[in-house]
T-cell receptor, first 109, second 117 residues
């Protein structure tokens, strides 16, 4: 079956660094997405990885290991506005996005 | 408009009624997706249009759900004989060229929150 696993909730402190992990098992693989979703809002695109390695984009970085079926999203210099759910999604062999349930990130001052 | 627009933003209906939810994608985006999302869950795929045709409708839960995109732009999701279990946020997303393009980045609307009493 197809499965995306990520922690349900994480807490971090303003100014710190946090890493949100995601493991995936999908039929085929055409890339891994991270989206951010604030409460009662639409998801917004953060990153896309299809090759192994780290992609850095400002305070946010995303890492992929295809052999391990593993990705993480790294958030640096955390700000209160980063409090949101972070959704991991894998693009399977049919180019359909398989979504995780999301990780709710709580930032404390 | 600049983004994906969905109407209504909120819909409360009674069990057994018919509901239509509308999505106006970003101009020029050929791919359009419908998802539904329950609280604390990720989006659940319903249907994907490439142009006017439904390229993949495997996510529609049963024959009470139907979607159209007659002119390749605006799409309507139609739910017949609504049930309490249909209550969710229905998200529409569009992308420029579909999932096989470089990133297939999706742009989501704000969603239509459906409550079936």
């Amino acid at each position: 079956g197809q499965n995306i696993d990520q922690p349900t909730e994480m807490t971090a402190t303003e100014g710190a660094i946090v890493q949100i992990n995601c493991t995936y098992q999908t039929s085929g693989f055409n890339g891994l997405f991270w989206y951010q979703q604030h409460a009662a809002e639409a998801p917004t695109f953060l990153s896309y990885n299809v090759l192994d390695g780290l992609e850095e984009k400002g305070r946010f970085s995303s890492f992929l290991s295809r052999s391990k079926g593993y990705s993480y999203l790294l958030l640096k210099e955390l700000q209160m506005k980063d409090s949101a759910s972070y959704l991991c999604a894998s693009l399977d062999s049919n180019y359909q996005l398989i979504w995780g349930a999301g990780t709710k990130l709580i930032i404390k001052p | 408009g600049a983004g994906v627009s969905q109407t209504p933003s909120n819909k409360v209906t009674e069990k057994g009624k018919y509901v239509e939810l509308r999505c106006d994608p970003i101009s020029g985006h050929t791919a359009l997706y419908w998802y539904r999302q329950s609280l604390g869950q990720g989006p659940e795929f319903l249907i994907y249009f490439q142009g006017t045709g439904a390229a993949d409708d495997s996510g529609l839960p049963n024959d009470r759900f139907f979607a159209v995109r007659p002119e390749g732009s605006v799409s309507t999701l139609k739910i017949q004989r609504t049930e309490r279990g249909d209550s969710a946020v229905y998200l529409c997303a569009s992308s420029l060229m579909g999932p096989t393009a470089n990133t297939g980045e999706l742009f989501f609307g704000e969603g239509s929150r459906l409550t079936v009493l």
